[in-house]
């Protein structure tokens, strides 16, 4: 089975839930259109303020876009990571290891189909976001928080993958990726009464993103895509190790 087979068959079967999500997406982008569109043109814009409208556009505008970015991005960390325990359930695991099919040609093609949802997801919002600017008005972009959103999905397809063929079982798999985000909740209660009285009761969260976007922006991205782009191929390299062990 060539690499190209076995990347459709991920997205294959993967693909309920990329139209459950593209279903969700669809939803969020028509709300949000009919709420601009009515803060532009309708209701909203006849019966309040003109700094109570400019608001809500700032605010949709802000932050519609990270949150469809997160729906679309989202299949790519969910689904075909836990394809992992449907090919266990139906015997997939045990075929390919008695076939010709290498570790690294079946772990690859997960890597690249999730690399390929990724990509797609951004594609969408290249398409999405120019319509929140003609109708909100605004020609800015958060454009960190969409960088965020493309981390942490980064993030935790480099830490979910080695751990759910390390793993086995759901249940196990499940427990331990949630550690992550229980580390960053834990970090972020003892650090915060810490930081309060060294930055004014500031939130450390919000010290943390105030620095980053006063500092070197581009700078800063590369670093964090240079620690990630690592961070992958260690995790590539885990997730054969794994498979080549198992078999």
Not at 30 to 53: H, M, Q, T, W
Not at 68 to 81: K, N, Q, R, T
């Amino acid at each position: 089975m060539t690499m190209k087979k076995l990347i459709y068959r991920e997205l294959y079967l993967s693909k309920k839930n990329i139209l459950i999500c593209l279903g969700i997406g669809c939803m969020c982008f028509l709300f949000a259109v009919l709420l601009l569109l009515s803060c532009r043109f309708g209701n909203f814009a006849k019966y309040n303020e003109p700094d109570e409208i400019r608001e809500i556009l700032n605010a949709v505008s802000a932050y519609l876009p990270i949150m469809l970015y997160s729906i679309f991005m989202v299949e790519g960390v969910d689904a075909i990571p836990n394809q992992i325990f449907t090919d266990r359930l139906c015997g997939w695991h045990k075929f390919i290891r008695s076939s010709e099919v290498k570790a690294k040609d079946y772990v690859g093609a997960k890597y690249a189909a999730i690399l390929i949802l990724f990509a797609g997801g951004t594609l969408l919002m290249f398409i999405v976001c120019p319509v929140f600017f003609l109708l909100s008005g605004t020609k800015e972009i958060n454009l960190t928080g969409l960088i965020a959103v493309l981390d942490f999905v980064l993030f935790f397809t480099d830490y979910n993958l080695p751990l759910f063929l390390w793993a086995k079982t759901r249940e196990k798999a499940m427990l331990w990726s949630s550690v992550p985000i229980f580390a960053v909740a834990l970090i972020g209660i003892v650090a915060a009464p810490l930081t309060a009285a060294k930055f004014n009761d500031a939130v450390l969260i919000d010290v943390l993103i105030e620095k980053y976007l006063n500092g070197n922006f581009m700078q800063a991205v590369c670093i964090v895509f240079g620690i990630l782009a690592v961070l992958l191929y260690v995790s590539y390299r885990l997730s054969v190790h794994f498979v080549e062990v198992e078999g």
